[in-house]
């Protein structure tokens, strides 16, 4: 069976002392989850060090929101692999559709990112999806397959995680019915080939509806954003239940 990763990307929030009271809540909360969940967690960069620690020996691994493709230089407020491997960060946010929108980054960035993050040994979070424009235009699959060609060309499929993200449902309360994202994820991996590539869903994942998205064939995991800033509601959704 594909393993399960379910993760929680904190976007901008989250200072040292909160990321501290939420562990001290969650790590308890998720003792019992069981092996085959990878559970993780996207802090700001500025609670990476502090998240490092409270992490160590636990259940949770740590995921960047970005990494950049050279190892140093003069690329202000970026940050390089090397500084992510130092505090012990397993995965990377790269393609997420908020700096594809606030910062014009394309996929041919994405996948240099991409590229960097996987022969660094981290294992990228490639995030794509449509807009809710381009659904209603039918676009949605032309869209979401391009993005796929370019973002993930090269990149080893079995060291890396595709998040399937519609943009409308991102942050909206929206969720795409559980059905049309696996059949979406279903598609991903037949255009990328590859059985066990790992597949996740996430757009507006909650506790609510959690087990019913985990249920689906080709969901294996969530990429979960407001949800996962509150430790109960978050080890809700790391202990989803499944018939
Ligand atoms: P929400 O869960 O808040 O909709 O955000 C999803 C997301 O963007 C995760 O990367």
Redesign the pocket.
């Known amino acids: 069976m594909r393993r399960r990763v379910i993760a929680g990307?904190w976007k901008m929030h989250m200072t040292c002392a909160q990321a501290r009271d939420y562990m001290g809540e969650f790590l308890p909360l998720i003792e019992a989850t069981p092996d085959d969940r990878h559970v993780v967690l996207a802090p700001p960069f500025t609670a990476i060090s502090t998240m490092a620690g409270l992490a160590d020996g636990s259940r949770v691994q740590l995921a960047s929101q970005n990494v950049h493709w050279q190892s140093e230089g003069a690329f202000t407020a970026e940050i390089s692999a090397e500084m992510l491997l130092e505090h012990k960060v397993r995965y990377t946010i790269v393609g997420?559709s908020e700096p594809r929108k606030y910062f014009s980054e394309s996929d041919e960035q994405i996948n240099q990112r991409a590229r960097c993050a996987q022969a660094n040994g981290l294992i990228p979070i490639v995030c794509v999806g449509e807009s809710d424009q381009q659904r209603e235009r039918g676009e949605a699959e032309r869209v979401i397959r391009r993005q796929i060609e370019q973002g993930l060309e090269g990149l080893d499929a079995n060291r890396l995680v595709v998040a399937y993200?519609p943009i409308w449902?991102?942050?909206t309360g929206k969720t795409c019915e559980a059905s049309e994202a696996n059949r979406i994820c279903g598609l991903i991996r037949s255009w990328v080939g590859a059985m066990d590539l790992v597949i996740q869903y996430?757009?507006?994942?909650k506790p609510a509806n959690i087990d019913e998205l985990m249920a689906m064939s080709d969901i294996d995991g969530v990429?979960?954003?407001?949800?996962s800033l509150k430790p109960d509601g978050f080890a809700r959704i790391a202990n989803y239940q499944t018939p």
């Open positions: 990307n997420h993200e449902a991102i942050g996430g757009g507006s994942v990429l979960v954003g407001g949800a």
